[in-house]
């Protein structure tokens, strides 16, 4: 791929980019890179910064022709668990650390 293309790439890429998520920036990289051809992961992911596997995944999602519309960034139950789940003590310590008459 030629600088031109990349810098196009990364112009769109900046313009778009704080309206993005996971999901659509991934499905945006893809659709860029298979635009583009042979290649095109490659110059998608030097002029984005984004990995070459999420820029493969979101070319796979294209790929698989199912329904691309709204739903979950996520799976069910993906990300951080709350603290006060993962250590049930958590809440009492923090209380036992607060004076009673500092409370407001």
Do not use: N
Not at 45 to 73: F, N, W
Not at 86 to 91: A, E, P, R, S, Y
């Amino acid at each position: 791929m030629d600088r031109a293309f990349e810098r196009m790439i990364c112009t769109k890429y900046r313009s778009l980019s704080s309206a993005f998520d996971e999901r659509p920036r991934r499905l945006w990289a893809g659709a860029e890179a298979r635009a583009a051809g042979r290649g095109g992961v490659a110059a998608v992911a030097r002029a984005t910064g984004l990995a070459h596997t999420t820029i493969r995944r979101g070319v796979q999602e294209l790929a698989s022709g199912r329904k691309i519309g709204p739903r979950r960034t996520r799976k069910p139950g993906g990300g951080r668990k709350a603290l006060t789940i993962l250590d049930t003590d958590l809440v009492k310590a923090m209380e036992l650390l607060v004076e009673p008459a500092t409370r407001g």
